[in-house]
């Protein structure tokens, strides 16, 4: 059982924005650490997008657009992936990843479907 | 070219033993930590392990610690996954990537993985 937690699914429109989120574990503050984000195609290996620790320490792997971002909710103890302008090609899976000292923590994934 | 490449998944039975490589090109391999990420067919992905540049560091997943063992030969830009004592839920592809050189502990080079499949 993953350690993040991470709605299994997911759909929106084209032109609309998707909102997923990965929960840590309440003995694991979301605040202290860098949450990484992921995409996976059917058939391909994982793709890094983008990491996020605060407003003022984030940013995206070359290449990807600037309609992914990332967020947190402390309040809630989550990791936010927000893509905007939704279009087809985004469709897939996404995995959100932490790296607590000295074990590598993967969310469930987000199969995000675009309708 | 830049790149990873796995091989070494196969079949074999319960209990069984089986290793893995995976081959660097195109970078400084010794100057990078390296990890395996494996996914069971439709499932998600799991780390497994990791073990830092110069091989001295490793560390491994709870599900396998005490049946695999991460180890890199930096002369030969290759990692390896030594899998002792193989279960049904070993089953998966077998990813090797690459550690982001710098603060940030991301993967930013994956290869395209091996299948290993468990079963009598």
């Known amino acids: 059982q993953p350690v993040l937690t991470q709605p299994p699914s997911s759909s929106a429109s084209p032109g609309e924005s998707a909102r997923l989120t990965c929960t840590l574990p309440?003995?694991?503050?979301?605040?202290?650490?860098?949450i990484y984000w992921y995409q996976q195609k059917p058939g391909s290996p994982p793709r890094y997008l983008l990491y996020?620790?605060?407003?003022?320490?984030?940013?995206?792997d070359s290449g990807v657009p600037s309609r992914f971002s990332g967020s947190k909710d402390a309040s809630a103890n989550t990791g936010i992936l927000l893509i905007s302008g939704l279009r087809s090609e985004d469709e897939a899976d996404y995995y959100c990843m932490i790296w607590p000292s000295n074990v590598v923590m993967f969310g469930g994934g987000t199969k995000l479907t675009v309708l | 070219q830049v790149q990873l490449v796995e091989s070494g998944g196969d079949l074999v039975k319960p209990g069984g033993s089986l290793r893995l490589s995976c081959a660097a090109s195109g970078f400084t391999f010794n100057d990078y930590y390296m990890t395996w990420v494996r996914q069971a067919p439709g499932k998600g992905l799991e780390w497994v392990s990791y073990?830092?540049?110069?091989?001295?560091?490793?560390y491994h997943a709870d599900s396998v610690k005490g049946r695999f063992t991460i180890s890199r030969d930096n002369t030969k830009n290759s990692l390896y996954l030594q899998m002792n004592s193989l279960r049904a839920e070993d089953t998966a592809v077998y990813y090797c990537?690459?550690?982001?050189?710098?603060?940030?502990?991301?993967?930013?080079?994956w290869g395209r993985g091996t299948l290993v499949t468990v079963s009598s």
């Open positions: 073990i830092s540049s110069s091989g001295s560091t490793k």
């Open positions: 309440s003995d694991i503050n979301v605040n202290f650490y860098t």
């Open positions: 996020h620790y605060s407003d003022a320490d984030r940013g995206r």
């Open positions: 990537a690459r550690r982001y050189f710098g603060r940030l502990r991301y993967f930013d080079l």
